[in-house]
């Protein structure tokens, strides 16, 4: 396997080391430009776990502290990886740019509006980026469809649905009490609590914040059931098991764009079924549904129209003697009925349209978590930061992404009524450039280097 | 093919006569204790087509009129079917029952909270009762997750989901502009216009208005943009391409009911795509999908466990030696961890929860339009007329189900502001009697005769 990518060396703190935390942190250190020199966790055991990893990994010994503004201040750190709980992402992004650092930070949802604009108001004083490691935004699949989006395959955008849709029961309800952030916000809340899988891939789908903008939405709760049944039947000697859990078991977000898209947000985290995020892409010219990993695109997708013509074909002929055949078919075709409308399988057309990173990134050999999409997010960032680049995914997608946690409780709150989202951009999406279709941030030097 | 099920004659009035009015009449006709002595059109071709169908199937010439007054004030008439267009169905169904005559309607929406009103009031002094002809509720795998969710294999049901997703592009843009009421309807409203697929079905897994009833909802529209572009590129000659739709291309309504359930409905009817109502049942213990076919049971359905159990059965007996091991692996299976969660195709469950209609149905032989749902909703109609009984779909589910149509225009409108259902049982809902689990409307007169 090639590993010979590398620019120039980047020294990371690194910021919460939770199981998310560590395994993201094994997948920056087996990058040859990564050093890893601070590491920091509220626990000392996991402080230890990191050092050790580090030591295994590269035979360096980071400093490890308890203090995450030590992290923050030191010289050796040239950017910062914030993997903590939820509800303390912000927080320490803020500071992490005013202490002059760069900084990525893992998804979740913010719990204040004003927490968001925290975060845009200090990047744009300090003029330091901020990335935000959405992982879906680099999945195979999703990857796929933006360049296909891109490409008009689906005409005018229309409308978008996804969700996190993941039973987390296990994970919470046998998770340790004191230390489970998961658990404390579902014991807590009530809305969506982690809205960007999907929303991120979807809002680059959109042009969201780059000609688009989300204006409004509206968040509606199911009753919570699944996780207290669950707790009573398989915890019931707990603690836990009396807990009053608030997060409804299916938040349902509907959003509206500036340009009339809608999208509908699904929170399924606390009732068996199996995973999916359940991405579907509209458009005037076709459909994408995940749940059947199948498309219709008008015109192109139509079996059902060649079974047809199959048995139709002598009559057909027939009918149109003397007139151009493949003309008379190909119109056909593309006024059929509904009734010969039909799915066809993805499979073919993610290879079709298989987005150019991804492309490369196979021959390249896939690693890290999640099928390799969390190896491309934080190459991302190392090599924003390697080139002194705005990240992909910038303050501006941060702050609108994280915000829908907080407005969708507050909607679920006031009885489903919709709530405004915030401009964070101050007007500037209607004129920020675009992103470069095939580009998606990753830079050229990776390439570069694994061609070489 | 036996045709032997038949009680005592009900003669039948028929208000619409376009295509629907024309099949469901026909469908009637099929039923030997079944006649048409009245049929009823503003236009008179479609009269005469109505006379005709009458004299070829039974012999017999019914009266032809183009005033729908003149059907509910004859003698030989003892109930009438009203099959108009959408925004008349409550007006004529009113009239129908102050005219002392039982009435089913075809499905649609309401154009306003007080015609369904009306109708409930009307239903109410005269004591005569109301059908709404919802045919999906009696379609094969809506009636076997019915009888499914009555035996409890969902658990506790927490949420729902399902649309009216159909490409009506070529129906409403090809139709013949001054006879078209959906085109109408598209052309100038701006909601959920057709809610009752699926919500119809979904209310009875819920047990609205007997038991349970809808609060309130939100809605919110896309832009319109999948029939204007057909328009333009197909029929750019005519009047209709320069048209201005109001009708958003996907309207997303999310309810809520007393039990703290949620519904999302989903109206997809001017995009390219295949048909389908998206149906998603969802439950403590599991979840149904429409798109994908497929089911998760808990502790049921784990394909993923089995293979799993198979690789790993050896070293699990020995870790387990001397406990009884099909106690070990029954208490492993229930307590999988989600990432061995996984779909299960719906087929051999469809055949194992058939509901009892439709396994006799089936050797009674299917017949009537739209897969056989149409004649068990016709003929329910039919013996609830023949026995004088309750019609299962009756006053109360008809206006909850068809209200959201203009509940959803307003949402829209206040941009997706919440607006509460009324309550129409006037707090009745409370204690009504749930429907027994199996019945489901079909008198037993029915299969008895089969049977004979």
């Given at each position: 396997m090639k590993m010979g990518v590398a620019g120039k060396e980047v020294r990371l703190g690194i910021i919460g080391l939770g199981g998310r935390g560590r395994g993201q942190m094994k997948t920056l250190l087996s990058m040859p430009d990564v050093q890893v020199t601070c590491v920091c966790d509220l626990y000392e055991d996991r402080v230890q776990a990191g050092i050790d990893i580090c030591r295994e990994m590269k035979g360096n010994e980071p400093v490890g502290t308890k203090r995450y503004r030590e992290v923050l201040t030191r010289d050796d750190v040239d950017a910062v990886v914030v993997m903590t709980s939820w509800t303390t992402h912000l927080h320490i992004a803020t500071e992490a740019l005013r202490a002059g650092k760069r900084v990525a930070m893992e998804v979740g949802g913010a719990a204040s509006v004003d927490e968001c604009w925290q975060l845009v108001r200090t990047s744009e004083e300090t003029g330091i980026p901020v990335m935000l490691l959405e992982n879906c935004c680099y999945n195979r699949e999703e990857m796929a469809l933006l360049n296909m989006v891109k490409q008009g395959l689906?005409?005018?955008?229309v409308h978008c649905a996804g969700g996190y849709q993941h039973d987390l029961r296990e994970e919470i309800g046998n998770g340790d009490l004191a230390r489970h952030y998961r658990q404390d916000n579902f014991l807590n809340r009530n809305g969506?609590?982690?809205?960007?899988?999907?929303l991120g891939p979807i809002a680059k789908m959109l042009n969201i914040n780059r000609g688009n903008r989300m204006l409004t939405l509206t968040s509606t709760a199911s009753k919570a059931r699944g996780l207290s049944a669950w707790l009573k039947e398989r915890r019931g000697d707990s603690e836990l098991s009396k807990a009053h859990v608030t997060q409804g078991d299916i938040v349902t977000t509907v959003i509206k764009c500036a340009h009339g898209e809608t999208i509908v947000l699904t929170h399924d985290c606390t009732l068996p079924r199996p995973y999916s995020r359940g991405l579907r892409v509209q458009g005037t010219k076709g459909i994408y549904m995940e749940d059947n990993q199948s498309i219709f695109l008008e015109g192109k997708t139509q079996p059902k129209f060649d079974e047809w013509l199959e048995k139709n074909r002598a009559e057909l002929e027939k009918n149109h003697k003397g007139e151009n055949m493949d003309e008379v078919i190909e119109r056909l075709r593309n006024s059929a009925?509904?009734?010969l409308h039909e799915w066809e399988k993805f499979d073919g057309y993610l290879k079709e349209y298989e987005h150019p990173l991804w492309k490369v990134y196979q021959e390249f050999g896939l690693r890290g978590g999640h099928g390799g999409m969390d190896y491309l997010v934080l190459r991302a960032f190392v090599e924003s930061v390697q080139n002194q680049t705005e990240p992909p995914i910038d303050v501006y997608d941060a702050a609108s992404w994280l915000v829908i946690t907080c407005l969708s409780e507050q909607s679920v709150a006031m009885g489903g009524a919709p709530v405004a989202i915030p401009d964070f951009t101050d007007g500037n999406w209607i004129c920020r450039e675009a992103e470069e279709p095939n580009a998606?941030?990753?830079?050229?030097v990776f390439w570069e280097k694994f061609e070489d």
């Open positions: 689906f005409g005018e955008l969506d609590l982690y809205p960007t899988h999907e009925p509904d009734w998606y941030g990753l830079s050229k």
